[in-house]
């Protein structure tokens, strides 16, 4: 009898079961519950399953697509299976897929497992993953995009591109519409001076045999922080101070003259040589214009009223000659009411307030008639100086002290000697080029007589102040002319007694005269 309801039982349970999954004819009822004490089904569930030691087993389907129906005829939308297929490719991996379309138009979304292992990526942080099967990304050929406040911010394409600020970036790393900062700001007080913060680094390119693409010259750029508020921006270029290693500024334009990419616009190497307009500086300041005329252009603001003043230096190819500007050839500002001078720093100025040594003036012309006007001075190719103006010196009495007259001059001038000589070209071709016969005086003579106008240069070589020895002819003139006075003032005297003699001579001859010829009467 026992054995019989128990049959009953298990009837039952199978009609109710199969009117679940529809495989009789509908049932109607508020809820079903199916357990094994027969608990009333809560009255929220249309289906209440109740058991502490069995589970609910999903018809296990292999699907063939995430858009294909088949194998189930005219799937529902929420229907729920069990997939069976493994083909990531396909979209498809074992487990729960439920129909998020329509029956004709069927879409297959997996459910997501949260546990450990876990399908799912949670938001709270994730535990035992797998960095060969778990990753946050797509696995067909679409983008993956970052939103926050529903607005896009970040994407990383299907080539593998990342933009931040753009939905298509153009290289691998494309920022746009914001700064980029590389380096957290420390707060106060924080290492120890002086330090670098971080780095970018450069690598890639081709290898050779002997090295790998970095060829041992590790590229970066830093900063590098000396003091407190005292900062600078470092680019490594090279692990040795070698011409070929170089930090370079040029252009792939091809409008550039000449033609073509180029990549001598700037280049600094590491061996400490600058080029600009050349790839291959030989000089620590190497400058190269491919063209007629090479011109280099300081300006500044004249007493910070706007007004660019400028000083120049160019070369013409065409002469090989080098010409200074004061003002700018080249449609800029001419010369102000100012002087081309040069001035030198010495070590130690002397204390506070001072500072330089005003050393060679040119003075402007300024307000002067218009055009090209005169060539003031002109150093000669053989050692010549030529003025077309008057070589003077300053000798305003205001800038002078401690005078004494010069006295006795014309002897000390009468033991110069004066000669023709040729310069020495042989034994100091570096100081002189000129092989004509020259006129003039030994320094060492000189230097015994007048101590005054003979110097050394910093070889030790005597040199005369030709130009002074115009004021020992002027003090020799007028000693000499002194003795000539003198000489004047004797002879004078002289002719006056003679004149006396010849008068008693005239008086002695007339009377003889008048003696005779009483006598010859």
Same mark, same amino acid.
């Given at each position: 009898?026992?054995?019989?309801?128990?049959k009953?039982k298990?009837?039952?349970?199978?009609?109710?079961?199969? *009117?679940?999954?529809?495989?009789?004819s509908?049932?109607?009822?508020? #809820?079903?519950?199916?357990?094994?004490?027969?608990?009333?089904?809560?009255a929220?569930?249309?289906?209440?399953?109740? =058991?502490?030691?069995?589970?609910?087993l999903?018809?296990?389907?292999?699907l063939t697509?995430?858009?294909s129906?088949?194998?189930?005829? @005219?799937?529902?939308n929420?229907?729920l299976?069990?997939?069976?297929t493994?083909?990531?490719?396909?979209?498809?991996?074992p487990g729960?897929y439920?129909?998020?379309?329509?029956?004709?138009?069927?879409?297959w979304?997996?459910l997501l497992?949260?546990?450990s292992? !876990?399908? *799912? +990526?949670? $938001?709270?942080?994730?535990?035992?993953?797998?960095s060969?099967?778990?990753?946050?990304g797509?696995?067909?050929?679409r983008s993956?995009?970052?939103?926050?406040n529903?607005?896009h911010? %970040?994407?990383?394409?299907?080539i593998?591109?990342?933009g931040?600020?753009?939905?298509?970036p153009?290289?691998?790393?494309?920022?746009?519409?914001?700064?980029?900062?590389?380096?957290?700001?420390n707060?106060?007080?924080?290492?120890?001076f002086? /330090?670098?913060?971080?780095?970018?680094?450069f690598s890639?390119?081709?290898?050779?045999?002997s090295?790998?693409?970095?060829n041992?010259?590790?590229? +970066?750029?830093?900063?590098? #922080?000396?003091?407190?508020?005292q900062?600078?921006?470092r680019?490594?270029i090279g692990?040795?101070?070698?011409?070929?290693d170089? =930090?370079v500024v040029g $252009?792939i334009?091809?409008?550039?003259?000449? !033609?073509?990419?180029?990549?001598?616009?700037?280049? &600094?190497?590491?061996?400490g040589?600058?080029?600009i307009g050349?790839?291959?500086?030989a000089?620590?300041?190497?400058?190269?214009?491919?063209s007629?005329?090479?011109?280099?252009?300081?300006?500044?603001?004249?007493?910070?009223?706007?007004?660019?003043g400028?000083?120049?230096?160019?070369?013409?190819?065409?002469?090989?000659?080098?010409?200074?500007?004061?003002?700018?050839?080249?449609?800029?500002?001419?010369?102000?009411p100012?002087?081309?001078?040069?001035?030198?720093?010495p070590?130690?100025p002397?204390?506070?307030?001072q500072?330089c040594?005003?050393r060679? &003036?040119?003075?402007?012309?300024?307000?002067?008639?218009?055009? !090209?006007?005169?060539?003031?001075?002109?150093?000669?190719?053989? /050692?010549?100086?030529?003025?077309?103006?008057? =070589? &003077? !010196?300053?000798s305003?009495v205001?800038?002078k002290?401690?005078?004494?007259k010069?006295?006795?001059?014309? @002897?000390k001038?009468l %033991?110069?000697n004066?000669y023709?000589?040729?310069?020495n070209?042989?034994? =100091?071709?570096e100081?002189f080029?000129?092989t004509?016969r020259q006129?003039g005086?030994?320094?060492?003579?000189?230097k015994?007589?007048f101590?005054?106008?003979?110097?050394?240069?910093?070889?030790?070589?005597?040199?005369?102040a030709?130009d002074?020895?115009? &004021?020992?002819?002027i003090?020799?003139?007028?000693?000499?002319?002194?003795?000539?006075?003198?000489?004047?003032?004797?002879?004078q005297k002289?002719q006056?007694?003679?004149?006396?003699? #010849?008068?008693?001579?005239?008086?002695?001859?007339?009377?003889l005269?008048?003696?005779?010829?009483?006598?010859?009467?």
């Amino acid at each position: 009898m026992k054995n019989k309801i128990m049959k009953t039982k298990g009837k039952m349970a199978a009609t109710m079961m199969a *009117a679940l999954l529809g495989l009789t004819s509908p049932t109607l009822a508020q #809820n079903l519950g199916i357990s094994a004490t027969g608990v009333v089904p809560d009255a929220s569930a249309g289906l209440d399953v109740n =058991f502490t030691d069995r589970g609910v087993l999903i018809p296990r389907i292999a699907l063939t697509s995430t858009t294909s129906a088949g194998p189930i005829s @005219n799937p529902a939308n929420s229907l729920l299976v069990y997939n069976t297929t493994n083909n990531p490719a396909a979209g498809l991996t074992p487990g729960y897929y439920y129909n998020a379309g329509t029956t004709n138009s069927p879409i297959w979304v997996r459910l997501l497992n949260g546990g450990s292992p !876990s399908d *799912a +990526w949670l $938001t709270v942080g994730n535990a035992g993953t797998n960095s060969g099967l778990n990753f946050i990304g797509t696995t067909d050929n679409r983008s993956l995009r970052f939103r926050t406040n529903n607005v896009h911010r %970040m994407v990383i394409d299907s080539i593998g591109n990342a933009g931040i600020g753009t939905k298509s970036p153009t290289s691998r790393l494309h920022v746009a519409g914001g700064d980029a900062r590389i380096g957290e700001i420390n707060p106060l007080n924080t290492g120890t001076f002086p /330090g670098y913060g971080r780095y970018l680094y450069f690598s890639g390119g081709p290898a050779g045999s002997s090295y790998d693409s970095d060829n041992s010259d590790v590229l +970066w750029i830093a900063r590098y #922080n000396v003091a407190s508020d005292q900062t600078e921006l470092r680019v490594n270029i090279g692990d040795n101070c070698v011409a070929n290693d170089a =930090f370079v500024v040029g $252009t792939i334009g091809s409008a550039c003259s000449p !033609s073509g990419p180029r990549w001598d616009i700037l280049r &600094v190497q590491a061996n400490g040589n600058v080029g600009i307009g050349t790839t291959a500086p030989a000089q620590k300041l190497d400058v190269y214009n491919n063209s007629d005329q090479a011109f280099i252009r300081v300006r500044a603001n004249l007493a910070n009223n706007g007004t660019q003043g400028y000083v120049g230096l160019m070369m013409s190819g065409s002469d090989q000659g080098w010409t200074i500007y004061q003002g700018d050839p080249d449609g800029g500002f001419g010369v102000g009411p100012r002087n081309f001078e040069i001035w030198e720093y010495p070590a130690n100025p002397g204390g506070a307030g001072q500072c330089c040594r005003r050393r060679f &003036v040119i003075e402007n012309t300024f307000g002067l008639s218009t055009g !090209s006007g005169p060539t003031n001075l002109i150093l000669q190719n053989n /050692g010549n100086v030529c003025s077309y103006g008057s =070589f &003077v !010196s300053c000798s305003d009495v205001r800038l002078k002290k401690d005078f004494a007259k010069l006295d006795n001059i014309l @002897n000390k001038i009468l %033991m110069i000697n004066t000669y023709y000589f040729h310069w020495n070209t042989s034994q =100091f071709t570096e100081k002189f080029n000129d092989t004509t016969r020259q006129i003039g005086i030994k320094a060492q003579e000189i230097k015994d007589l007048f101590p005054e106008l003979v110097s050394q240069d910093n070889e030790g070589f005597y040199q005369v102040a030709y130009d002074k020895l115009s &004021v020992l002819a002027i003090q020799s003139i007028k000693e000499q002319q002194q003795i000539i006075q003198e000489q004047q003032k004797i002879i004078q005297k002289q002719q006056e007694e003679i004149n006396a003699l #010849n008068e008693k001579l005239d008086i002695l001859i007339n009377t003889l005269s008048a003696e005779k010829k009483v006598g010859n009467k």
